[in-house]
T-cell receptor, first 112, second 112 residues
């Protein structure tokens, strides 16, 4: 079974631009969550999508948004990029509620 | 704020010794608990999950959960140099989805 696939692996963007990251979960997994990882803050929960609906949301500004498609693939969008948005963005795929999450390799975003 | 706290370390143990990693969480209603291992530059990979009070063993790894004390631990027996990594404790306090809160991780070094 293929794992969680995130694209692209690396991105360099300029302040003020927007970016879209993609995540394909493990086949059969309907829950997709997004996390931001920085050296100072660690892994922080952004949001979770299940059956095309946002089910949970973390404490991030509205510049961070996402969506999920009918095939469970998910995208995350960050608008008006700031230097502080530079981070590793991780997508996690879960089969059932309260079960283990499997992470993709992440997208390393650098904002200059 | 649903906090998860870990000692950041670094923790150093000699090869063959037992490594003990600890984690406390603030949300008493938390449902599920996970330990992830993250090598430098890689994404987190699941080691173990535990839902009920007590011990759960898987090979060289034992997870311990005490909900009354809001405490989770991971023991690594016969530590190997390949166990050198950052260990992340994750808690899912949600009963409506998959929303993990992570500790900042404990850096473990196993000395040959």
């Amino acid at each position: 079974k293929a794992g969680v696939t995130q694209t692209p692996r690396y991105l360099i963007k300029t302040r003020g631009q927007q970016v879209t990251l993609s995540c394909s979960p493990i086949s059969g997994h309907r829950s997709v969550s997004w996390y931001q990882q920085t050296p100072g803050q660690g892994l922080q929960f952004l949001f979770e999508y299940f059956s095309e609906t946002q089910r949970n949301k973390g404490n991030f500004p509205g510049r961070f948004s996402g969506r999920q498609f009918s095939n469970s693939r998910s995208e995350m969008n960050v608008s008006t990029l700031e230097l502080g948005d530079s981070a590793l963005y991780l997508c996690a795929s879960t089969e059932l509620q309260n079960t283990e999450a499997f992470f993709g390799q992440g997208t390393r975003l650098t904002v200059v | 704020q649903k906090e998860v706290e870990q000692n950041s370390g670094p923790l150093s143990v000699p090869e063959g010794a037992i490594a003990s990693l600890n984690c406390t969480y603030s949300d008493r209603g938390s449902q599920s608990f996970f330990w992830y291992r993250q090598y430098s530059g890689k994404s987190p990979e699941l080691i173990m999950f535990i839902y009920s009070n007590g011990d759960k063993e898987d090979g060289r790894f034992t997870a311990q959960l005490n909900k009354a004390s809001q405490y989770v631990s991971l023991l690594i027996r016969d530590s190997q140099p390949s166990d050198s990594a950052t260990y992340l404790c994750a808690v899912n306090p949600s009963n409506t989805g998959n929303q993990f809160y992570f500790g900042t991780g404990t850096s473990l070094t196993v000395i040959p």
